[in-house]
């Protein structure tokens, strides 16, 4: 597989990734960190990134509504669900694991 072929196979994948993850309103980004140490905003955080390596002036709430297919105030407000004291025990405790 040459590096073209590969760039359009690992863009199809992250589009894919964003559109399911849009689909499924239903996942927290707090059950992402919990389990993937990732959530939207990451995916936001990366594309921020990538754009601006290429020279494409992007800022992170422009990354954030293509990551979450509307501006985010409007997801969290439809949307995001306040953590619950053991998902934040559980995050907390990994963050906590990572540092030791």
């Known amino acids: 597989m040459d590096k073209n072929m590969q760039t359009e ?45 290429q020279g494409i002036e992007m800022n992170y709430e422009q990354a954030r509504e293509m990551v979450y297919g509307m501006p985010y105030n409007e997801w969290k407000d439809k949307f995001q669900n306040e953590a619950t004291p053991e998902q934040l025990a559980v995050y907390n405790q990994k963050q906590q694991a990572k540092l030791d």
């Open 9 to 53: 196979l690992e863009a199809a994948v992250f589009r894919r990734l964003v559109s399911h993850l849009q689909q499924h309103t239903e996942v927290q980004n707090i059950d992402l960190m919990i389990l993937a140490n990732f959530c939207r905003n990451c995916l936001a955080k990366w594309y921020t990134a990538a754009a601006i390596e």
